[in-house]
């Protein structure tokens, strides 16, 4: 198999086994963009190599997912991403604001704060008639004024979750509990705590409106990657199992779903696919820019599969929408598409740019009968 790339995108060709042991073939394709303010993207000159495998900031169990691997065989839907920060509006200090993140029909809103903590509130205790001192405990918990500030990162250590107190136990190397749906978050606290921990870094990123309660679990919030075992993809990721290993290994489980491979924020997954020509905004996430506004380039992709006995095209999905602007305005787009080749042999795939048809039978049609080649 032979994967003939016309285009200035990193692209791979691979195959994989689907639910019945079959081997099919997946092209993926990563493409570097950068944002213009009110105008379509433009192409990066600098293209970012092929994503071999998730890349995170550092450990991946205790740092933020920073790229998806461009292995990844499938997805239902568009994932939208952002890295970066939340500005205040006009660029003056407060104490919180709200910043949105919108492509197409895909939105959602977030409200940041300042640093803001759970600041312990003690009462003593007597333990009995002997005892010569009372004992110092957490009665409650009391939310601080949250900090003005200009700039909050936009991370996952900033939202709800994290470790849970009172769990683990070093001597028998027994890792601490953390809440699943975001394991690097924030803001966990109980009355068991001891009683001179001091303040305790409370969320700064919650659903607007959002009064925050410490006896409450709240939903994560935040528009970053997240990372395979957490609560939002591991529950798509099948049962491995004993009958699992005996009847189907090496294949996936009969319940896997391929949800496992959205790596967005459920608000943020566009199903069905975007279409690549959407318009997209992004309020008070650009330092200089109260709305950063643009355009997705509208390309379509698609590969020629040509070999004696095959003469088929496959278009593209465009998959990905990842913003990462930590320091740069750059735009990620990923495209993908699979499709049953269980004999590789001779075959010759070339990616290149397409034109679908737009025929009265289109709705109907398969992908791989509407594409032609756009010279």
Known sequence: MELINRLPFPAMAFRQFDAEGNLDCIVSMRGTFLHVQDDMLDIAPQQESFQWEDAYEGDP?????????????????????????????????????????????????????????????????????????????IKDWELTQAQPTDMVPLCWSKAFGGSIPGTGDPEK????????????????????????????????ITHVGQSLDWRERYEPQGFGFVSPWWRSRQQYAGTYDEAWLNERHPLLPRDFDP??????????????????????????????????RGRLPGLTFGVHCQRED????????????????????????????????????????TLTRVRVKATPEASVASPASQATEDA
């Not at 990844?72 to 910043?99: E, I, R």
Request: glycine share 6%; proline share 9%; net charge negative.
């Open 310 to 349: 095959r003469d088929d095209w496959q278009v593209l999905k465009l998959d990905g929408v990842h913003f990462d602007w930590r320091s740069k305005e750059t735009v990620m787009l990923t495209w993908r598409v699979r499709f049953p080749l269980p004999d590789a042999g001779e075959t010759t795939l």
């Open 173 to 204: 190397d027994t890792p601490v509990d953390v809440e699943r749906r975001n394991p690097l978050g924030c803001g966990i606290v109980n009355l068991d705590m001891a009683h001179d921990v001091g303040p305790v870094p409370a969320p700064q």
């Open 259 to 292: 949800r496992f491979w959205q790596c967005a924020h459920p608000d943020l997954i566009a199903t069905p696919h975007l279409t690549g020509d959407e318009a997209y905004q992004l309020d008070h996430l650009h330092p200089r820019f109260a709305q950063a």
């Open 61 to 137: 169990h205790a740092s933020v997912m920073l790229r998806q691997s461009d292995l990844t065989p499938d997805k239902p839907g568009t994932d939208v991403t952002f890295l970066g920060n939340a500005h205040a509006p006009d660029g003056k200090p407060a104490t919180s604001w709200q910043s949105s993140l919108r492509v197409g029909s895909v939105s959602k809103t977030v409200e940041v704060h300042g640093e803001r903590y759970w600041q312990p509130k003690i009462r003593e205790k007597w333990a009995g008639f002997s005892a010569k001192e009372p004992k110092r405990v």
